[in-house]
């Protein structure tokens, strides 16, 4: 595969990743100037992830119709209009809804990333180096988001965070349009009954969270046994109900939603104490997320080897365990000391990530690895923006420093007995043994 195609791919990816995590930096300054409380914070970070997660295999799918190669040039675009839009933002509701958008495009622009790769790549060998390039450019989007955030708030506001993104997005867009053949199509149509009761259940799901709306909760259990009805009926589904009759599958996709949750719902509380409570600069706390981060992309290869080697038991209790006890540092948060370090929650992430997606698609067919990856992926992403959600509402305003700190100390516990749970669930479900089918990708 050339080079220059590679780059490209692993571009589009990476900045897909970066903006799940490199707003969280922001959030202060950008609340500030924009006048946002706690609950538009929040929908700055789910408007992304919430969109995303909805999206995804619906992306994944409308490439399989219509041809990847239009598809990922269709969410760049769209990707790069809405980052234009969220860096002109004058006002809360105005960024929400462009970091919305931003999800369309990058659900649009994530899954065929991946199949280009696979299209372009027919000998297996070259395509193993290319996607274990792409897993781990991918791996390096999550600590290089604080971090980048960090820099470019500290040294222009927060506004460039989006900015950035809008002549990166013209190269690849170019490069695409240049380097990409037009690939083979899957005759089918699109799920989109599937796709909007999914869109509906999660978005009303968050809203009911973080606004404390007890009609959102009811439509979005509605919504999502409609959705359940209509996958079940579908004759080209957009979740493959029969992928999770097995155990070590919804195990393992159930697990992987308990990392999500906690992991980027702590980042959201962790960053706000660092800056609202400790009143770190927005480098400062860049760095101070290095040791959440950085774990994954040192731990991840690995995890991978050890997978291979014992199967996904092993590492995923040892990172669920090593997570939780992690966890314990919320316990010893307060008003005024130094900030303790997440490194146990970002080992335990790091043992995990491989060896949960390598027991969410070790029993599906072959021919099904790839949708059945897609399919955790997309449990990742949402349970994710339900995580942003509850610990927001659980922390509550960081403006009020002790109720705040209190908060905190809850989720450390109920974030630990979490983990212990799902650890106790990969020793019933994940099996001793498991063949990688796919590549795992972080986030």
């Not at 490069?175 to 999914?198: C, E, F, N, S, Y």
């Amino acid at each position: 595969m050339r080079p220059a195609l590679l780059i490209t791919l692993c571009t589009g990816m990476f900045l897909v990743q970066l903006d799940v995590t490199v707003v969280n930096v922001a959030l202060p300054t950008l609340g500030e100037q924009l006048h946002a409380g706690l609950t538009a914070l929040q929908w700055v970070v789910d408007g992304y992830s919430v969109v995303l997660a909805a999206l995804l295999l619906a992306g994944g799918a409308l490439g399989d119709v219509l041809g990847h190669r239009g598809v990922v040039l269709t969410g760049l675009v769209v990707f790069g209009v809405a980052s234009a839009a969220c860096g002109f933002a004058q006002s809360a509701s105005w960024l929400i809804a462009a970091r919305a958008v931003q999800g369309i495009g990058a659900a649009l622009l994530l899954p065929g990333t991946l199949a280009v790769i696979n299209q372009q790549c027919p000998d297996p060998s070259t395509r193993a180096r290319a996607l274990g390039v792409w897993a781990g450019v991918s791996a390096l989007a999550l600590p290089a988001g604080p971090l980048l955030g960090g820099v470019l708030v500290s040294l222009a506001g927060w506004r460039p965070v989006f900015l950035l993104n809008v002549p990166i997005v013209v190269a690849a867009a170019l490069a695409v349009r240049k380097l990409v053949q037009p690939g083979a199509r899957t005759p089918g149509r699109i799920d989109l009954p599937g796709a909007t009761t999914a869109a509906l259940a999660l978005g009303a799901g968050v809203y009911a969270v973080i606004g404390h709306q007890a009609g959102a909760a009811v439509i979005a259990v509605t919504a999502a046994a409609t959705f359940v009805v209509i996958e079940h009926r579908s004759a080209d589904p957009m979740l493959p109900l029969g992928l999770l009759k097995s155990r070590r599958t919804a195990g393992a996709t159930t697990i992987s939603g308990a990392m999500n949750f906690v992991g980027l719902g702590a980042v959201l509380v962790f960053t706000l104490y660092l800056q609202s409570v400790l009143h770190l600069k927005p480098l400062d706390a860049g760095l101070a997320l290095l040791p959440l981060f950085l774990p994954l992309v040192l731990l991840g290869p690995f995890s991978g080897r050890l997978t291979a080697k014992l199967g996904p038991r092993p590492p995923i209790i040892a990172g669920l365990l090593l997570g939780a006890a992690g966890l314990s540092a919320l316990l010893r948060v307060d008003t005024a000391t130094t900030y303790p370090t997440l490194l146990g929650l970002g080992a335990g992430m790091g043992l995990l990530t491989a060896a949960v997606v390598t027991a969410a698609v070790a029993d599906a067919p072959p021919e099904r690895a790839g949708i059945a990856g897609g399919v955790n992926n997309a449990a990742r992403q949402a349970a994710g923006a339900l995580g942003v959600a509850v610990f927001g509402a659980v922390a509550g305003d960081p403006a009020n420093r002790p109720a705040f700190v209190h908060g905190l100390h809850t989720l450390g516990v109920i974030a630990a007995a979490l983990w212990l749970a799902a650890a106790a669930l990969a020793a019933v479900t994940t099996g001793p043994r498991a063949t990688a089918n796919a590549v795992a990708r972080p986030g």
